[in-house]
């Protein structure tokens, strides 16, 4: 137990992971599934970038779909202009939802709580009005259309769903691992402080405005890859991306699985795609039963899911104990 | 950009008084939502998301009175007062469940709410975009005060909103309930303890706000289309508002709200394109400066 | 996680259940009973039923499963019925890419993208990788079938086209400016692509044949703005002689309401091409009287009794009125029954051949026909007619009818000013 809860634990288990969605995606080939496991990677990638700052940095972000949207928009540009591989463009996208998280992290992360939140939604709608205005470069409200080219690399065709999704899912268990280990970090431990006690974070000499923008920055790289994987998915980028829907979906995906494990995220976007998904396919009225579920679960729980589930055994074995 | 229309705009008096007027309009109506967003914040700690579906509500329950009476004060009667007792029960049996959790708790059951209301009405209502009329007398042609045009409505729409802005105030500062409230609002537990009933207030204050929500809604839906969703837009711009005021400051609520109103007005002369991207430009640059809002105490 | 494997015969009986219950709870009546032993033939519709253009997607729904029954109540393709599988994509482009892939992983034979421009670009780019009979019933952007790169052979427009409408519009604005003198012109359209190009499309037509005209100002609300005062006052600010509008539905009727307030009505002459629309025309309360206006969905235009008709049996059968939308999706469920009448399968590339220049006889034809134009697979031929507003029925009155001549012709003097022809 103790050896594997390293970082070679967390590899073994993204191979595991990885594994079975390969046999899933391979095994069954069915299109459905294929679909849900490429947009898992996506959700799924999003919603763990994000619980760095909700859950290890304690920063409720608003805009977080200002990194995920400009991935996508930058992927897609690049490949549209012709000239660029796969790989080579998305790390261009990474660099520069790197730099953007880094020039609104600067600004952002000096304030706290509500107003942190605020003043993320505002630089979200700021930059989302600016790929609206700007018709020329980014189509508008229609969006890059004409699609996305997705020429083969080292034997990966993207345009080949399959092939998407294992590389969706690949993309989700590399950076989950290292997600992982920025938390464990002493970088991790320090964020930790600052959220729990900033004054004693100061007292060792902490900085709190080069701490939070470096989870800043990392955050919004992640989640500029997911947009790369959107873009890649929909073969196209749109204004809703980085819209606060967007930002306030991953909040709610979040919340349904918990902020204060790992994979908690990762199950309240498994959870809400497949509600959401589910509702659709038997009503209109998608916003009442949706709605309704979400109330459930929220008042019920009172927390995540896995929150609760982790909660639930422990004070189980506590009393087994006692 | 058209900073020569604009110029030549500051320099007609008539210009000035149809601007003027639009945008003091526009925005004390703005200012009935916000002030129950900000003075709901101030008063529960909550950020309710839901507040523009209050504002909707407002307008649908006008709109089914005033098909039934056709009695436009029955109408905004309806509205007010019917949103009052929806907040109350949503209050009672929902809200009152997460005052104190986190933000991201009450992000979500607020979500939830708008899901859900945003459904309800399109199945009692139909999906359709409604439109409440208004009665004849406010349909002359639009008065001419100094060469400026003012609608005889929006004259109505200005006086209603101005007195209800008013009365808040007052009401905030020279009654007794007033008192109790601002004190709840820094100290509960004081107020708690010198045998006020809290969760009376708490009612109350949401009771208000929502009423405040609904008011606004029951007297736009004459002039603007009544739609499931008609909650969300409005709820950005009462966000802006309230936050460039100073979260949970009635008075800073209103002199951001009459601000957006006017910026609004002037800026669809001067720069016609920019005037959404200003708001939210506005709106960082408080954040970034002077978080607590125009009027606000500081609390970051 | 392999719960949501949606393969499999249970999944889809559900399916057609679900979507039998959907059209039996709006309109009372069953889905059309499936005929024994054959398998039906599956259409898969991603469109807007909640939100502030519900009203769209639900009459556009609404038409084609009208239209699909009557079909079907003929015996369908050698007993073969149709069957539509319609879902809410609630107006966000991924989620109707998604629908879309959904469908068709389902086994779709054709797909209705029931979206207007912005989904319906994301719903082309799926099926342009997928190779899937695709039929865009409501997206209107030029662009979609006039550029090149976007054509690819099995996607169809059927639909009312920016630029058809533009130079009808200007044909007909033009011979009222001269007739009445009015060169100072102002435009208030929604900040959005097919506001910007539809407005630009119109005015460039407008100067085409009346040069001297003069743009002195313009104004642009958001789309789906709550208020227009600020636009209103620009407006009344600008004292215009004529004014274009391409503002729609919700809207428009804000617009047109505080604009009346205002008194513009009786200070200029307004051009808005998206008024006679019955869900717009009737929630206005007091039309004014000589808004000049293009034809969105009218029962009275065409004046031809299969068109009436359409718009009695609609208005019966669903208590509310057909829109430019409902017409749209019962010209769809025409050309592809008639499509498969001619190919007598689902074939998905003989159907798109014979697609390709077909001709049918329409309630909703200039001359009581419309074509699926084969070079860039679009419909033509519809009628558009402009004409000016009366506050009761029919509403619109004096209507001129467009020229498909001259507009297929401008038309093709516009692909080759922007390198597409």
């Known amino acids: 137990m103790r050896r594997l809860s390293g970082w070679r634990g967390d590899v073994l288990a993204a191979l595991g992971a990885l594994l079975v969605a390969a046999v899933l995606v391979l095994g069954l080939g069915s299109n459905g599934l294929v679909d849900f496991i490429i947009r898992f990677g996506i959700f799924g990638l999003l919603v763990l970038s994000l619980n760095l700052l909700i859950g290890t940095a304690g920063l409720v972000s608003f805009g977080h779909a200002a990194f995920f949207g400009s991935g996508a928009y930058a992927f897609g540009l690049l490949m549209q202009s012709g000239g660029w591989s796969v790989p080579a463009a998305i790390l261009a996208a990474l660099l520069w939802s790197a730099l953007l998280a880094l020039a609104i992290g600067a600004l952002c992360v000096r304030l706290s709580e509500i107003y942190f939140a605020f003043l993320t939604l505002a630089f979200q709608m700021l930059i989302h009005s600016m790929v609206i205005s700007w018709v020329s470069l980014t189509g508008g409200d229609q969006g890059l259309m004409g699609g996305v080219p997705k020429p083969p690399f080292l034997g990966i065709e993207l345009a080949r769903p399959t092939h998407l999704a294992l590389f969706a899912a690949a993309c989700l268990a590399v950076s989950a691992v290292l997600l992982r280990q920025v938390i464990r970090s002493p970088f991790g431990v320090a964020l930790r402080m600052l959220r729990d006690n900033p004054q004693r974070a100061a007292f060792l000499g902490l900085s709190v405005f080069r701490y939070r923008l470096g989870a800043f920055v990392i955050a919004g790289t992640f989640a500029g890859l997911s947009g790369v994987l959107m873009s890649l998915y929909v073969s196209g980028a749109f204004p809703t991306f980085l819209y606060w829907t967007t930002s306030g979906e991953a909040l709610f995906m979040i919340m349904l699985g918990g902020i204060g494990t790992f994979l908690g995220p990762l199950l309240g976007a498994a959870t809400f795609l497949f509600i959401s998904d589910r509702i659709t396919a038997f009503t209109e009225h998608h916003g009442l039963f949706f709605g309704a579920v979400l109330l459930l679960l929220v008042l019920g729980l009172r927390k995540g899911m896995l929150d609760w589930a982790v909660e639930a055994w422990r004070s189980r074995r506590e009393r087994h104990k006692a | ?300 | 996680m392999s719960k949501t494997d949606p393969g499999g015969a249970s999944r889809r009986g559900l399916l057609a259940a679900s979507a039998g219950m959907g059209a039996a709870a709006i309109t009372g009546f069953p889905m059309v009973a499936r005929s024994q032993g054959r398998r039906p033939i599956r259409i898969g519709m991603p469109t807007i039923l909640s939100g502030r253009v519900a009203q769209l997607g639900i009459s556009s729904r609404d038409a084609v499963l009208m239209e699909v029954e009557k079909f079907n109540a003929e015996g369908g393709l050698d007993g073969r019925p149709i069957e539509v599988i319609v879902r809410d994509s609630r107006g966000v482009p991924a989620e109707a890419a998604r629908l879309a892939r959904e469908m068709i992983s389902d086994g779709v034979d054709i797909l209705f993208d029931g979206e207007p421009s912005s989904g319906g670009f994301a719903v082309h780019e799926v099926v342009r990788e997928t190779g899937t009979l695709t039929l865009h019933i409501n997206t209107e952007t030029s662009a979609m079938s006039a550029d090149p790169k976007q054509r690819f052979w099995n996607a169809f427009r059927i639909a009312r086209q920016g630029i058809h409408d533009s130079i009808a519009g200007g044909v007909y604005a033009a011979e009222i400016v001269k007739a009445k003198n009015l060169r100072r012109w102002m435009t208030v359209s929604p900040d959005y692509a097919y506001g910007r190009d539809t407005t630009a499309e119109f005015i460039e037509y407008l100067k085409y044949f009346t040069p001297d005209v003069q743009v002195v100002g313009e104004t642009w609300p958001k789309l789906f703005q709550p208020d227009y005062t600020e636009n209103v006052t620009r407006l009344a600010q600008g004292r215009p002689q004529a004014v274009y509008s391409c503002l729609w539905a919700g809207d428009l009727v804000a617009f047109v309401e505080q604009a009346a307030l205002y008194g513009l009505f009786s200070q200029s002459q307004y051009f808005a091409v998206n008024m006679a629309d019955y869900t717009t025309l009737k929630q206005i309360k007091q039309l004014p009287r000589g808004v000049h206006s293009g034809n969105r969905y009218l029962s009275s235009y065409p004046a031809q009794p299969t068109n009436a008709a359409f718009g009695r049996d609609y208005q019966r059968r669903y208590n509310n009125y057909p829109t430019n939308w409902a017409w749209q999706a019962a010209t769809a469920v025409h050309l592809t029954t008639a499509a498969l009448k001619k190919v007598g399968s689902t074939d998905p590339r003989q159907l798109a051949s014979a697609l390709r220049g077909l001709t049918i006889d329409s309630p909703f034809g200039a001359d009581g026909k419309v074509t699926m134009r084969a070079e860039d697979q679009t419909l033509v031929g519809y009628a558009i007619g402009w004409g000016t507003t009366i506050p009761a029925e029919p509403y619109v009155e004096g209507i001129k009818t467009a020229d498909w001549n001259q507009i297929t012709q401008l038309e093709q003097e516009w692909k080759k000013g922007k390198g597409w022809a």
């Open chain 2, 1 to 300: 950009m058209d900073l020569g229309e604009l110029a030549a705009c500051m320099g007609s008096l008539p210009c000035v008084i149809t601007q003027v007027s639009a945008g003091l309009t526009i925005g004390l109506l703005l200012f009935l939502v916000a002030s129950g967003l900000t003075l709901i914040f101030g008063v529960l700690g909550l950020v309710n998301f839901a507040h523009g579906t209050l504002y909707m509500l407002g307008a649908y329950f006008a709109l089914s009175a005033y098909e039934l009476t056709e009695s436009f004060l029955v109408a905004t009667l309806a509205g007010t007062l019917g949103v009052a007792v929806f907040g109350l029960l949503m209050e009672r049996t929902l809200f009152r469940r997460i005052y104190g959790a986190d933000v991201l708790m009450q992000l979500l059951v607020c979500y939830a709410v708008i899901l859900i209301m945003d459904d309800v009405v399109k199945i009692v209502w139909g999906g359709d975009f409604l439109k409440m009329d208004m009665p004849e007398t406010f349909r002359r042609p639009p008065l001419l005060i100094g060469g400026g045009i003012v609608p005889l409505f929006y004259l109505v729409l200005f006086g209603i909103t101005l007195a209800v802005a008013l009365l808040l105030a007052l009401g905030m500062s020279r009654t007794r309930f007033g008192r109790t409230v601002r004190a709840a609002a820094v100290n509960p537990a004081m107020v708690a303890s010198l045998g006020v009933n809290t969760s009376f207030v708490f009612a109350a204050v949401f009771a208000v706000g929502s009423g405040l929500a609904g008011l606004a809604g029951a007297l736009s839906a004459p002039i603007r289309s009544v739609v499931p969703g008609a909650g969300v837009s409005i709820l950005i711009e009462s966000f802006i508002v309230t936050v460039i005021g100073g979260m949970g400051s009635i008075g800073g609520a209103l002199a951001a709200a009459l601000l957006i109103g006017l910026t609004r007005s002037f800026g669809s002369i001067g720069f016609p394109l920019f005037t959404e991207g200003l708001m939210f430009l506005m709106m960082a640059a408080i954040l970034l400066v002077k978080p607590s809002g125009l009027a606000g105490k500081h609390l970051a």
